[in-house]
């Protein structure tokens, strides 16, 4: 997820949504899917305050929601999502 496209992190979240919304059980999220959508997020450029914002929304929404579904996170999601909060969060928060 090293793209430069504004709002990568929204884009995949659309596609994670689409595949849990798929008939076909081939197509149904897995960890890596939910990793994907979570490094899209940590590598969003910061200098865009709002795309820094909607990538920590996702990522937060995101992160919720493998650790309520039967997909089980692994060091990879904690990691990630480490990296998401060390890169977007506010520095005054």
């Known amino acids: 997820s090293r793209s430069r496209l504004p709002y990568k992190a929204v884009k995949a979240s659309e596609i994670l ?3 849990k919304a798929s008939a076909n059980p ?3 999220p897995n960890v890596v899917t939910y990793n994907a959508v979570l490094n899209a997020a940590e590598h969003t450029d ?3 305050k709002v795309a820094t914002e909607e990538a920590l ?3 937060c929404l995101t ?3 493998i650790r ?3 997909v089980r996170p692994n060091h990879v999601t904690y990691g990630t999502f ?3 909060l ?3 969060m506010p520095i005054d928060s």
Do not use: I, P, W, Y
Request: net charge neutral; glycine share 4%.
């Open 86 to 88: 060390a890169n977007l």
């Open 57 to 59: 929304k996702v990522a």
């Open 82 to 84: 480490l990296g998401v």
């Open 17 to 19: 949504q689409r595949m």
């Open 46 to 48: 910061t200098s865009d």
């Open 63 to 65: 992160f919720d929601e």
């Open 26 to 28: 081939l197509a149904r």
């Open 68 to 70: 309520s579904s039967t």
